[in-house]
Each structure stands twice: as C-alpha cells, then as structure tokens.
C-alpha cells in the first residue's frame, strides 16, 4: 500500500519568515495530493490540494509543488503569521483495486508548525 | 449548511463495554470513512464505505466494525473496546472515491479505562 513520510515534525519559524513542510509517497499511482490544516482542538480542513497533471498551485500565501518522478511534494507558506500556527499534513490518494488495506487518502503524520512572534 | 456530525463528542468507557460512535452528513456523499488520530502517528484509516452495504478495511480495522445502511450514516461500533483503542476518532466523506476535499467530522475524543 501508499506510505507517506512527512519532514519534518516539528517547524518552528520568526513570524513574516517562509515555512516548508516536505512529503514523499510511495506509490507512482497515486494521483491527488491533499493538505489539511489542524488547529489544536478541531478538526483537519484542506488548505490547498494538487494533481498529478499539474507542476505547481498557488493560492495567495500557499503553494504546492509536486514532483512526480521523484515522488515527493511540499507544501510552501509565506510570510507566515501566528494564525499560521497549527499542525499541518499531507496526503496522498490510493485506490485499492484488490479489497484490504486502506483506500482513500493516506496522511503523513503530521507537521506541527510554530510561528514565534 | 453542508457537514459531517459525529457524536458523542466525548466518551469514557470501561473495558469490554460495547458503544457506537455515529457519523451522519447531509451532502449525499457516496464514500465515507473512519479514522482514528494518534500523537506522532497521524491519520490512520480504520474502515471506509465506497457506497451503501459496501464496506471494507482500512489500515488498522483490529477491534472495530462498520455498518452502512444508509448512504448519509456510517457508525463506528467498537464491541469490546481495550484501552489500546483510546484515541481522537474522525468521520470523513468525499463526493466519490478520494480525489476532491474530504469533510471531516468534528472528533470523538474515547478514552477506555
């Protein structure tokens, strides 16, 4: 099955300072890669996704890049602000054609980013 | 409003005691899925449903069954819950199989003494 790592950890950055967050998959399948946003106490909510057709996505102070040949995409935030400060994971989308094992999205274990004023 | 309700919230349980965590969404989603959150580990998926009586293992399904009856419910039941199932549990649905945005519920914090 899908196995993404995700470096690293922990992240802690100076508030106006860039912040990237680093995953690799293992399955060339895959095809869709997700990044959700968890603020202590609540729920994972997607921030910014991409697919494999495409290189690079931007939505205002994030982006993504996807590189398919190495298999491994991040996840880049600019100018970051305490707002920012929550743990991050990415995914990766496998289908399971044979039943058994997971099917869906497959999480790294999470980044927990820290915006230092 | 568009969502995915889990309940309870928050749970206490005892060894061996038999409980349900439900999960309803009002979106008509036809994939749905449970996963449990644990610290350093991540989301593990436990179970999904691609669609009505069609279900079937996650990565970690030890301990835990899954009904779908119907296409808005999907109950977590745990017949025998060991403290090793104390976790932050999620509901999550997507239109199809995976590749746009996953809902996820709001959490049900378990805690089996």
């Known amino acids: 099955g899908e196995n993404v790592e995700q470096h690293p950890s922990t992240l802690s950055v100076q508030e106006g300072d860039s912040a990237v967050i680093k995953c690799t998959y293992s399955?060339?399948?895959?095809?869709?890669f997700p990044w959700y946003k968890q603020e202590l106490g609540k729920r994972p909510q997607l921030i910014i996704d991409i697919r494999s057709n495409v290189g690079e996505k931007k939505d205002q102070r994030i982006a993504v890049t996807l590189n398919k040949t190495a298999k491994h995409f991040s996840l880049h935030i600019t100018e970051t602000q305490p707002e920012d400060s929550a743990v991050y994971f990415c995914?990766?989308?496998?289908?399971?054609?044979?039943?058994?094992?997971?099917?869906?999205?497959?999480f790294g274990k999470g980044t927990h980013l820290i915006i230092q004023p | 409003e568009a969502q995915v309700t889990q309940n309870p919230r928050y749970l206490i349980t005892v060894t061996g005691k038999k409980l349900t965590v439900t999960c309803s969404q009002n979106m008509n989603h036809e994939y749905m899925s449970w996963y449990r959150q644990d610290p350093g580990l991540g989301l593990r998926q436990i179970y999904y449903s691609m669609n009505v009586e069609v279900t079937d293992k996650g990565d970690v399904p030890e301990g835990y069954k899954v009904s779908r009856k119907e296409k808005r419910n999907f109950p977590l039941i745990l017949e025998s819950p060991s403290p090793n199932q104390t976790s932050l549990y999620f509901c999550?649905?997507?239109?199809?199989?995976?590749?746009?945005?996953?809902?996820f519920g709001q959490g049900t914090r378990l805690t089996v003494v």
């Open positions: 399955d060339s399948a895959s095809n869709y």
């Open positions: 999550a649905s997507t239109p199809g199989r995976g590749n746009t945005e996953a809902f």
């Open positions: 995914a990766a989308l496998i289908q399971s054609y044979s039943g058994g094992g997971a099917d869906g999205l497959t």
